[in-house]
């Protein structure tokens, strides 16, 4: 067996593993990269160990570290409860104003596992209060996180755009941001407007008993947010590596004494950035052996230059459906991309990785992904969480479709704008 062969099934193994398995497939992705690497292509360890993603592994510890700290320190939390106060009772805008305060809070940082995990618990308290269904609720909480996962200071956006770097198209941040806001915003006010329709508004349109309690802010957390809005607009308007300039603002947390350093230590999910990275290695590897040629040559059969958006958004939501979109979907086809357009024959290579991007997260509201997970989780109700579960499986399964034709769509025309 040749070793871009043998390094193509170790590939299609992992993913298969992290479809039906609870394994950390970076763990066996890594393990793979070692075995083949050395026994079938007769490289050295060190030669295969070079692919790991040293770059990336700083900026997604130094980015979940910071904001570890601000969650662990309570800072987070009350900037969400501030924000559900603006509510003032109102069962119509409620909804809404969990999609932006789960947009905002994983654009800056945290990402949507973080902050779906962070706010789910408390919107689901008050949206029953209030009379929002826990189905509502949960879509506005998961797309909104959805929305602002892919931005450029967030950690699931820095893998996004090094994965894209590495396939020579760098500069387009802020596409793969707006891409992914438009679409999650967009299904999220279908869903606004057809749920509402059939009572998941179950309380009054401009009354209901939400009496949140306010939790003041104190020197501590007014510290964190401080020494957070310096690190984005260092990021943001002096260029700083995103990685580097977290650890810097995370170590002024520390040193400050505003947060504890081994709370957030735990907090950090080693387990996502393990997957990443050594899915990362195994891709390397294919890279290096010629395995990953022949995987586009697969996908290449499943689409045409006037259909490849809306195919391999399809397939990326598909697989996302059961596995993780970030450790898995995003380090294993976006570097595929020019690749994928030569043996397709044509296509707009950007358009394609804007497919990937969108067609990959918005399955993540199922129940099989962590975000669908999260939301069943915070329903205190038996009977209502299996019913949230049904609800949210249908749907999820369901954006695997709609995915594929938002792509085929509009993709090449934000491509091109």
Not at 205 to 231: D, K, M, Q, S, Y
Not at 282 to 304: K, Y
């Amino acid at each position: 067996m040749s070793p871009a062969v043998a390094s193509l099934i170790a590939l299609l193994i992992a993913i298969a593993l992290s479809l039906t398995s609870r394994i950390n497939v970076g763990v066996v992705a890594m393990v793979f990269a070692w075995v083949i690497g050395t026994a079938v292509a007769g490289l050295k360890p060190d030669q295969v160990a070079a692919g790991f993603p040293s770059a990336l592994f700083l900026t997604l510890t130094g980015v979940t570290l910071l904001f570890a700290l601000a969650e662990t320190n309570g800072t987070l939390e009350r900037l969400a409860n501030r924000a559900v106060l603006l509510a003032r009772g109102n069962a119509r805008v409620i909804p809404i104003l969990f999609f932006v305060i789960a947009f905002v809070l994983s654009s800056i940082g945290p990402g949507a596992i973080s902050t779906v995990a962070l706010l789910i618990p408390l919107a689901m308290a008050i949206g029953i209060r209030a009379g929002v269904r826990p189905f509502l609720t949960a879509l506005m909480v998961a797309n909104g996180a959805n929305a602002g996962n892919l931005s450029p200071i967030s950690a699931i956006g820095v893998v996004a755009n090094a994965k894209m770097a590495e396939a020579g198209l760098s500069g387009h941040a802020g596409k793969v941001w707006l891409a992914s806001f438009l679409a999650h915003a967009l299904v999220s006010a279908v869903a606004y407007v057809v749920l509402a329709r059939q009572r998941q508004l179950a309380g009054s349109a401009t009354t209901a008993n939400t009496a949140t309690p306010v939790v003041e802010l104190t020197r501590r957390h007014w510290a964190t947010i401080a020494t957070i809005g310096v690190w984005i607009v260092g990021v943001v308007v002096f260029k700083l590596n995103v990685g580097m300039a977290a650890f810097a603002a995370a170590a002024v947390l520390v040193l400050a004494r505003v947060a504890d350093e081994q709370s957030a230590v735990r907090q950090v999910p080693w387990g996502v950035i393990v997957m990443v990275c050594g899915v990362t290695v195994l891709i390397a590897l294919l890279e290096r052996t010629g395995g990953m040629e022949l995987f586009t040559t697969m996908l290449a059969r499943l689409a045409s230059p006037a259909t490849v958006n809306g195919v391999v958004a399809f397939v990326t939501g598909l697989i996302s459906s059961w596995s993780s979109t970030v450790g898995v979907v995003l380090p294993v086809f976006l570097p595929a991309v020019p690749s994928l357009v030569a043996k397709v024959g044509g296509g707009d290579p950007l358009a394609v990785a804007l497919s990937i991007t969108v067609g990959g997260s918005m399955v993540d509201v199922s129940p099989l992904s962590t975000l669908g997970a999260l939301c069943v989780a915070a329903v205190a109700d038996p009977t209502e969480g299996r019913r949230l579960f049904r609800q949210l499986l249908v749907w999820g399964l369901s954006m695997s479709v709609v995915g594929a034709l938002l792509c085929q769509a509009l993709a090449g025309l934000l491509a091109r704008a």
